[in-house]
């Protein structure tokens, strides 16, 4: 384990009153996310990166508890990151396989958010560290940050609407850097005719962006566990 992450474990052991609170904290938002036992989600997907041709489309998002998740778009393959995909937070907030630190305060569009590093406790997880921006007294997570072994870096950013109640987000972007994300098999790379290999790897550096925007949820209506084979 990294030298600084070690540092941080230790340092949240010498503070347990802090560490009590942020439990406390990430049991409230858990306890609004359990609430939904499994959905269905409808809306729009619409993809920028800048080297996959990826049209707007039309998307039906499924979620069974505790972690299966199936999304299908019209027209072809999403490109979104591993593990990123699901914007059910209960395993990111689960507080038995992490050790949460208290990481202070921060203010995104005007919204005063807490600030939590999760560890995981887990030596063989493909994520090394993720922190989550939680508003307090609504109990939802607006943005989580997360670093993994195999595909680098990505955001995700949670707007939320008549959904809240169940922390289910109206709105999801996702942002990841392009270079570190393993494209999935059966994606094509489109470049410009005149592009050179200098200009590609340029374009590859950059950020990619997918936005996910629901327009209705059917929750807890009972999906079998036999359609996400």
Known sequence: ?????????????????????????????RARIDRVN????????????????????????????????????????????????????STIVNTTDVTAISAGETT??????????????????????????IDADKHLVRKAVTTTKENGTYEVEL???QYAEYGLPDKVVFSFNTKEYKIPKGITLEFEDGDNPTDREKLKNKKGRVELTYSRYSINQGLSDTFFK
């Open 38 to 89: 499994d959905y269905v989600a409808e809306g729009q997907m619409k993809t920028d990166v800048v080297f996959i041709k990826a049209p707007l489309g039309k998307v039906k998002v499924y979620f069974k508890k505790p972690n299966r998740f199936k999304l299908k778009k019209d027209g072809g393959i999403s490109v979104l990151p591993k593990g990123g995909v699901s914007v059910n937070m």
């Open 159 to 161: 707007t939320y609407g």
């Open 1 to 29: 384990m990294k030298p600084f992450l070690i540092f941080l474990m230790l340092f949240a052991c010498l503070l347990p009153g802090h560490a009590q609170d942020v439990k406390t904290l990430l049991n409230k938002v």
């Open 108 to 133: 995104i569009s005007g919204s005063k958010l807490k600030v939590i590093k999760l560890l995981p406790l887990i030596d063989d997880s493909d994520i090394v560290l993720s922190t989550l921006y």
